[in-house]
């Protein structure tokens, strides 16, 4: 499925959630904020499939081995 993520500017999310990047921000308690980025989704199909593309690409490196050597690095 081609559906972009659109998260809470709270929690640990945006450290990987670069907002028109690879997903949307939105303050929690932001109801007509989150309204209106969903109806960008819907209204945007084109933008939905990148970021949904860019957060593929973005979660593609979050594997083990990688962390692994991310951490040995430091």
């Given at each position: 499925l ?20 690879n ?7 932001d ?5 209106a ?9 084109d933008f ?8 593929r ?15 040995a690095a430091?």
């Open positions: 081609e559906i972009p993520a659109i998260v809470s500017t709270d929690g640990g999310l945006p450290e990987l959630v670069r907002d028109e990047k997903g949307l921000l939105r303050d929690p308690y109801v007509p904020g989150w309204i980025a969903t109806r960008h989704i819907l209204d945007r199909p939905a499939a990148k970021l949904a593309a860019a957060a690409a973005t979660v593609a490196d979050l594997t083990p081995e990688r962390h692994a050597a991310r951490v430091v």
